[in-house]
């Protein structure tokens, strides 16, 4: 199974995507990189969430914080609204994050 993550239309560098299985609640992550990601999913409905972060910094260059490279509602599968259903011939997720 493979994907692809977009924010606003542009590829998501980094983060993670997240899949929790509606029947049995099982979870499972994948890495993203520069918009795209690959898992091994079995055949089930899955609430989605992805998370990305990416540190914040001072004028001098010192680290300050973390700053979400994703709109807060799509952090957690309850309130992302995101939702895959995967069967023995689904082969690509696209998912396009909006603000």
Request: charged share 20%.
């Amino acid at each position: 199974m493979a994907g692809s993550i977009s924010v606003a239309g542009q590829p998501l560098p980094k983060g993670v995507v997240h899949f929790s299985s509606k029947k049995t609640g099982k979870t499972a992550a994948a890495a993203v990189d520069r918009g795209r990601f690959s898992t091994h999913l079995l055949a089930d409905d899955y609430a989605v969430a992805v998370t990305a972060d990416q540190g914040t910094y001072d004028a001098a260059g010192n680290p300050t914080g973390f700053a979400s490279l994703v709109p807060g509602r799509f952090r957690t599968p309850a309130t992302s609204g995101l939702e895959a259903k995967i069967d023995a011939g689904h082969r690509e997720l696209t998912f396009d994050l909006q603000k």
